[in-house]
Nanobody, 125 residues
Framework: QVQLVESGGGLVQAGGSLRLSCTAS????????MGWFRQRPGKDREFVAA????????DYTTSVRGRFTISRDNAKNTANLQMNSLKPEDTAVYYC??????????????????WGQGTQVTVSS
């Protein structure tokens, strides 16, 4: 089992920045691909970014590429999402997720076995 806890959400003006962190506890974190997803009101949960278990590759959804950066520190059991140039449409609850499959990070919710409780990000215009 892996427990994930997100932090760093909040309210920010359009054009601002936030840094989300996901801290893992339990089983070995370093062998897990990590993903960030978000869920806007009335919408399905959607993929935002993911990083391979060793940090060797990353993936981003088109709408955030160039503005968001995913990273991880296996020594600290953390995965981070640096969000710059935020837009009102980035407003959502953000979730981190872990996939124990030691494969390339996926974009689909069902590919991840462990989830955090979510953190709210609100971007005002």
């Amino acid at each position: 089992q892996v427990q994930l806890v997100e932090s760093g959400g909040g309210l920010v003006q359009a054009g601002g920045s936030l840094r989300l962190s996901c801290t893992a506890s339990g089983r070995t974190f370093s062998g897990y691909a990590m993903g960030w997803f978000r869920q806007r009101p009335g919408k399905d949960r959607e993929f935002v970014a993911a990083i391979r278990w060793n940090g060797g590759s990353t993936d981003y959804t088109t709408s955030v590429r160039g503005r968001f950066t995913i990273s991880r520190d296996n020594a600290k059991n953390t995965a981070n999402l640096q969000m710059n140039s935020l837009k009102p449409e980035d407003t959502a609850v953000y979730y981190c997720a872990a996939d124990s499959g030691m494969r390339e990070p996926g974009r689909r919710v069902y590919e991840y076995q462990y989830w955090g409780q979510g953190t709210q990000v609100t971007v005002s215009s």
